[in-house]
């Protein structure tokens, strides 16, 4: 893959840190750039469009990641995903009662 190699440290401020919604949120971006991401957890590497991979990187509240991102669309990409990983995800509506309960 051609292009530039960047990195970005991030922080974890989520209480419930790289949980479910967030990790499959920013997989799913990552997803639709062009460029490699790898996230780093201290000695831990994740490939960042794999939700199962970035569940490996066990990264709790406090957590500080490197962000790596290579290839044609790198600036892009690395601006959207640091964004979005502490972005809160909207938790899903609680669904109306049954009739007659």
């Given at each position: 893959?051609?292009?530039?190699?960047?990195?970005?440290?991030?922080?974890?401020?989520?209480?419930?840190?790289?949980?479910?919604?967030?990790?499959?949120?920013?997989?799913?971006l990552?997803?639709?750039f062009?460029?490699?991401?790898?996230?780093?957890?201290?000695?831990?590497?994740?490939?960042?469009?794999?939700?199962?991979?970035?569940?490996?990187?066990?990264?709790?509240p406090?957590?500080?990641?490197?962000?790596e991102?290579s290839?044609?669309?790198?600036?892009?990409?690395?601006?959207?995903?640091?964004?979005?990983?502490?972005?809160?995800?909207?938790?899903?509506?609680?669904?109306?009662?049954?009739?007659?309960?």
């Amino acid at each position: 893959m051609t292009g530039p190699t960047l990195r970005k440290q991030v922080v974890i401020t989520n209480p419930q840190g790289l949980h479910m919604r967030p990790a499959t949120a920013f997989a799913l971006l990552a997803g639709k750039f062009q460029s490699d991401v790898r996230v780093y957890n201290e000695d831990r590497c994740a490939n960042g469009k794999s939700v199962l991979e970035l569940f490996t990187l066990v990264a709790l509240p406090g957590a500080e990641l490197t962000l790596e991102v290579s290839g044609p669309d790198a600036g892009d990409a690395l601006a959207a995903l640091a964004e979005v990983i502490n972005r809160p995800v909207e938790e899903p509506a609680e669904p109306p009662p049954a009739p007659g309960i």
